[in-house]
């Protein structure tokens, strides 16, 4: 058996080994990137809730077996940095890549969710690992695993790792995620309150960026949509990656871009990453099996990029940026709790029971932090963790040897990289059993995937129960039973629970038990107007002959797709007062912000100004025209 699995390993090593010495590269990349580590920069977090994330980390974790087809051929259609020639050995190899890309997807993610986790307060930063599937109309989508992104969160970082479909071409310029070499792509979006004018996205790798801003533009209407139709919000964002795999690129026309550079900083644009192709350390990576090694990731990139979202964090209202997630969260307890959060109001009746929404959503958030805690455990730091930093080392030695043999036009020693490559997958024994003699191994091993547990699986099961057996597989502890403190007012209750299901139905029932559901508060016929909208809209706060008055919340759609949100104070259904607005038109890309002074529904005093590709600026404004530089001191902004 043994020799068996030797030789199997070496067939595929055979054949990576001829792959490499067949290209005249050297397969090179940056040393840096362009986000630097800055450990002295601490998060800071003036947010009055604590029913909330800073920070979810959405990633690519598995691939339903039904969707593999389509996933391998979107991967081949939607190259990143060439067109593939492809025929029948390059597409097995393809799928081979496509299926490593999801393992080292899981396994790189957890090096950003370590740094974020050691850096940011306890329970503020959630997994988010995906499945890949086929939606109803057979197309390439993907949904969460865990219920992370149903916890209000500051930031969403979705992540994952690149190569280029073409193996022949892993020594040239194309991107390359093998070894030392890592091609990482993300994305950071957010609530579309946190920055109105690119509807919350605020970064995204430079091929992401059509499928970013369209999937935030949408996630922005459904949301509204959803608010003033009174529909529960069910969209679910797919990956912004599995986004451009079934749809390409797309066109970004007009969308206000800025570098990753500080000079435009302040403008209000999407930060455009470079794609880089990252050369992790060469002595790190050669000693990544050594216990209690380093972390050559980290080092590179990761602590980087960690600098850059604690950056972002401390720029921005933690409480505005979660405003609106949390109404939603709160309308899963009681759909006339969230629509009175709307209104701003903080009576007593509603004080208590928002006290205790958040609460139980606050505890929510530190069961699924345990879920997160428990998966990295088993992804990273269990025998998973340990077989993909064996893999990653092999793969290194083989780049090492290929690139001496470059420098050295000796291509008759080529065997001997199969041999020092082939001993690191013979005799190693990371559990009870050798895993490098099983069947698994062969399918996960070099160009493969740890994905492909999807085969031991029946082709026939629900996905949901492909994904829980998979995490199971991936970390046996997240089943575990969980025990959480909920604490409001004078009250204290433990919760305890082995899933997130069960422990969502008990919060729901010490919610219904500790207090009535609300009835409905507002009048759903209540108007809420703007001068340049011929149609009215909704208003939820108080009401006085069928318009809007006091504080609350306001939304026009109009016919053509336009659109305007307040929140802050109306008086006959108009804005008038210290609020917020979000003016959309169809016709322009993004849309323009005002916080400040109103009257009448127009700007109007001092006004905080955001529009698409300018820096913020303090304006005096009078019936909604613009007369000039305003004092920054006199702005008067509202209160989340």
């Not at 030789?7 to 397969?27: D, E, F, M, P």
């Not at 091929?207 to 949408?218: D, N």
């Not at 492909?466 to 204290?492: C, D, H, K, T, Y």
């Amino acid at each position: 058996m043994k020799n068996n699995s030797l030789t199997a390993v070496l067939g595929v090593l055979i054949a990576a080994v001829l792959l490499l010495s067949g290209c005249a590269g050297t397969a090179r990349g940056k040393d840096s990137s362009v986000y630097q580590h800055d450990g002295s920069l601490e998060v800071v977090d003036l947010s009055r809730s604590d029913a909330d994330a800073m920070v979810v980390i959405r990633y690519p974790a598995i691939i339903d077996e039904d969707a593999l087809t389509s996933y391998y051929r979107a991967f081949e259609a939607h190259a990143i940095g060439g067109s593939p020639k492809v025929d029948n050995q390059t597409r097995r190899d393809s799928e081979k890549i496509a299926q490593a890309l999801i393992s080292k997807s899981n396994y790189y993610s957890m090096s950003l969710y370590r740094e974020l986790r050691d850096r940011l307060p306890k329970h503020s930063v959630l997994l988010s690992p995906h499945i890949l599937e086929l939606d109803e109309q057979n197309r390439l989508t993907s949904r969460p695993l865990l219920a992370s992104e149903e916890i209000p969160s500051v930031l969403t970082i979705d992540f994952s790792v690149y190569s280029f479909p073409d193996p022949r071409k892993m020594m040239d310029s194309p991107p390359l995620t093998f070894g030392d070499i890592v091609t990482p792509l993300f994305v950071v979006h957010a609530n579309r309150w946190m920055r109105p004018s690119t509807h919350g996205l605020l970064l995204s790798s430079e091929p992401l960026l059509g499928p970013a801003w369209t999937q935030s533009e949408i996630q922005a209407d459904r949301q509204i949509e959803s608010r003033l139709y009174d529909k529960p919000f069910e969209f679910r964002r797919p990956l912004d990656y599995v986004t451009f795999l079934q749809k390409g690129s797309q066109s970004a026309v007009d969308v206000p871009l800025k570098s990753a550079g500080e000079s435009r900083r302040q403008v209000v644009a999407v930060e455009v990453h470079p794609l880089e192709k990252i050369r992790m350390d060469a002595e790190l990576v050669a000693r990544i099996t050594h216990p209690n090694a380093a972390d050559p990731f980290a080092e590179d990139f990761v602590k980087g990029a960690a600098t850059r979202i604690v950056t972002a964090l401390n720029r921005v209202d933690h409480d505005r940026s979660t405003f609106f997630a949390r109404q939603i969260a709160l309308s899963r307890f009681d759909p006339s709790l969230g629509e009175a959060f709307l209104s701003l109001s903080r009576s007593e009746d509603i004080r208590a029971r928002l006290q205790m929404g958040e609460a139980l959503i606050a505890a929510e958030k530190k069961f699924l932090s345990a879920q997160s805690g428990s998966l990295y455990a088993g992804t990273f730091e269990g025998t998973y963790g340990d077989q993909m930093r064996q893999m990653i080392a092999a793969e290194y030695r083989l780049l090492e040897d290929r690139r001496d043999l470059a420098r050295a036009q000796n291509w008759s020693t080529a065997l001997a990289v199969v041999a020092v490559a082939g001993a690191a997958y013979a005799g190693t024994d990371p559990g009870s059993s050798n895993f490098f003699q099983s069947s698994t191994f062969y399918n996960a091993m070099i160009l493969s995937s740890f994905a492909a547990v999807n085969s031991a699986l029946s082709k026939r099961a629900e996905s949901k129960t492909i994904g829980e057996n998979f995490l199971v597989q991936m970390a046996p502890a997240i089943n575990r039973q969980v025990s959480i403190q909920v604490e409001w007012l004078e009250s204290r209750q433990e919760i305890t629970a082995s899933d997130f299901s069960e422990f969502r139905e008990k919060t729901l029932g010490l919610y219904q038990s500790s207090a009535r559901s609300m009835e409905h508060v507002f009048d759903p016929l209540c108007e809420f107007r703007h001068p340049a909208m011929q149609q009215s809209g909704r208003w939820f706060g108080l009401c006085r002959d069928g318009l809007g008055m006091s504080s609350g919340y306001g939304l026009i759609i109009g016919d053509d797709g336009s659109s305007v949100e307040f929140v802050g104070f109306a008086s006959q259904g108009l804005a008038t007062g210290t609020g917020a607005m979000i003016v959309r038109s169809p016709q322009e890309t993004g849309a323009d912000y005002f916080e400040g002074g109103f009257e009448a529904g127009l700007p109007n005093g001092v006004v905080l100004v955001e529009e698409p590709g300018r820096k913020p600026r303090v304006r005096n404004f009078q019936a909604g025209r613009d007369t000039g530089a305003a004092d920054a001191d006199q702005l008067t902004l509202v209160k989340f």
